[in-house]
């Protein structure tokens, strides 16, 4: 739930506020006070609205990035939903506080920030190098997660073992790969010059994590929530006549994306909603190239799988868990995912998984959603049949008839089962 300066942090507190207009949100700029730092963000938030059921969708920029890169996105995300961007330490009008910043400590510093300004739960969106500060963010505090959208994230499943398997034995470098990789790295970071200390030092920050596999991040739990990967099939771009490698690079980099892609795919079938999505129409900065497909993640995340909520919510807590939980869907899906065809589709995919009494449950949901509806009555008619309750399949295969006398499906079904009583 989204509340405008909520409860009080000690960590961070607070020190202005400053609105803009951007299209059908209030763009407050928000200064905070970071154990004596100041830290910038600014809270987007629906015009004329104080309160918004949707989670508060959080930015999080790669290296370089800043607060613009995402406005874009935002302008196309629904009306309703609250959104935040803000400058880590050192960037986008936030002062460095002195601390290595390592993910750990960036979320925490985040997270304090938004205590301020947005109660959770959170979806977080990160970019490149806002990829693992985001996925340190959830390992940290899972219980405040609606969903993660990485864009084309800085790859913390990627091993120098995989890298060994999948890149360089294939070039015939398996033995000496690493050692390439890293002169790679050392080049490129000589050709971009030098860099503001607070910069420098989240680059630093994201060479140690790969050098560690990332270790420590894969070392925190993992909340299973909706993630979605957007990833461009153009990176990472080699074309330098110069670079140090005894191999073609074009067929160094067709290795790399692919196993890139591999191990993104890995990391998003690890929880049971994940998605990976490629695109070959963007660069590294797709937020910038294709700001629909980011807000498309960015909608997928905020609006999971409705069989899987009410499945997890039926398991959890029967018909009423059920009931409840399709309530608080309603109040926050389009229309279109809960209406008389989509449930009557939703029913026919849980009795297909052998789940009749799930199937008859949400039926009965939809048919007191629609009590006039013949085929809402014929759809929990066929699910409590398939479920062995043929006395009120018949009942209701008759209500389907009383509300559409044309219903062929039901007629069938009455006969067949009147002409089974008669014989017994």
Request: aromatic content about 6%; glycine content about 8%; some cysteine.
């Amino acid at each position: 739930m989204f509340s405008c300066l909520g409860r009080s942090v000690t960590a961070v507190a607070l020190l202005a506020i400053t609105s803009f207009a951007l299209c059908e949100r209030v763009g407050r700029q928000i200064e905070l006070n970071n154990n004596g730092h100041r830290l910038h963000l600014t809270l987007y938030a629906p015009k004329g609205e104080r309160h918004s059921s949707s989670p508060t969708v959080v930015f999080e920029s790669g290296l370089g990035g800043g607060e613009r890169n995402w406005r874009a996105v935002i302008e196309q995300l629904p009306p309703s939903v609250p959104a935040v961007t803000y400058g880590r330490p050192g960037m986008d009008g936030s002062e460095p506080d002195g601390v290595a910043p390592s993910p750990e400590h960036i979320a925490t510093i985040l997270h304090a920030a938004l205590g301020q300004i947005a109660s959770p739960p959170y979806v977080l969106v990160g970019h490149s190098w806002g990829g693992p500060l985001i996925r340190a963010f959830a390992g940290i505090f899972p219980g405040e997660i609606a969903g993660l959208v990485f864009v084309d994230p800085t790859d913390f499943n990627e091993t120098a073992t995989g890298r060994k398997r999948y890149v360089f034995a294939p070039l015939g470098h398996a033995d000496d790969g690493e050692v390439i990789h890293t002169a790679i790295e050392e080049y490129y970071s000589k050709q971009a010059g030098q860099f503001d200390p607070p910069v420098q030092a989240e680059i630093d920050a994201s060479r140690e994590g790969r050098h560690s596999d990332f270790a420590s991040l894969k070392a925190l739990p993992m909340p299973q929530v909706p993630i979605v990967l957007v990833a461009t099939t153009h990176y990472p771009v080699l074309n330098d006549a110069r670079l140090p490698v005894p191999f073609d690079q074009q067929e160094y980099q067709a290795l790399l994306v692919s196993y890139r892609l591999l191990s993104l795919s890995t990391f998003a079938r690890s929880v049971p909603e994940g998605t990976l999505v490629t695109t070959s129409n963007s660069g590294h900065y797709i937020q910038l190239d294709e700001p629909p497909l980011v807000s498309w993640a960015i909608d997928r995340v905020l609006h999971p799988s409705v069989e899987r909520r009410l499945t997890s919510a039926f398991e959890s807590g029967g018909l009423a868990s059920m009931r409840r939980e399709l309530s608080l869907i309603e109040s926050t899906y389009p229309v279109s995912a809960t209406d008389e065809s989509t449930m009557s589709h939703l029913g026919d995919n849980l009795m297909r998984a052998g789940k009749q009494v799930e199937a008859v449950s949400l039926l009965t949901l939809n048919q007191k959603a629609h009590p006039s509806s013949s085929m809402a009555a014929a759809d929990l008619a066929d699910a409590e049949l398939a479920n062995g309750d043929k006395a009120s399949a018949l009942e209701n295969y008759r209500l389907a008839i009383r509300f559409d006398g044309s219903n062929s499906h039901a007629h069938e079904q009455v006969n067949a089962l009147s002409k089974k009583q008669n014989r017994h």
